[in-house]
Nanobody, 129 residues
Framework: QVQLVESGGGLVQAGGSLRLSCAAS????????MAWFRRAPGKEREFVAFITWNRMRTYYEDSVEGRFTISRDNAKNTLYLQMDSLKPEDTAVYYCAADLTRYNSGSVGYALPSKYEAWGPGTPVTVSS
């Protein structure tokens, strides 16, 4: 089983940037497709970004496309989310998640929370106006 721990959240002004990290434990973590989700106050958890284990494909939620960048360093077992041009509506707790099917080249259901078996505890991001 893989364990995930996010870091890098905090308070930032609108228009600013933050870089979230997600450290994954376990020798096989580099073989999992991974994603970022977020949950804003009073709202359901929503998909933010996805990346395949081999970095060949990435997908983004429409409202973050062009502002957020997902990446991963498999040698460091770390997933990243670079967030630029932040808006107050980006305020949420951000979670990283792993699909524990190894070497999965497909992306069916990548935006569904039920696709992912491992989750981190989350890191809060607050964007002030």
């Amino acid at each position: 089983q893989v364990q995930l721990v996010e870091s890098g959240g905090g308070l930032v002004q609108a228009g600013g940037s933050l870089r979230l990290s997600c450290a994954a434990s376990g020798r096989t973590s580099s073989s999992y497709n991974m994603a970022w989700f977020r949950r804003a106050p009073g709202k359901e958890r929503e998909f933010v970004a996805f990346i395949t284990w081999n970095r060949m494909r990435t997908y983004y939620e429409d409202s973050v496309e062009g502002r957020f960048t997902i990446s991963r360093d498999n040698a460091k077992n770390t997933l990243y989310l670079q967030m630029d041009s932040l808006k107050p509506e980006d305020t949420a707790v951000y979670y990283c998640a792993a699909d524990l099917t190894r070497y999965n080249s497909g992306s069916v259901g990548y935006a569904l929370p039920s696709k992912y078996e491992a989750w981190g505890p989350g890191t809060p991001v607050t964007v002030s106006s």
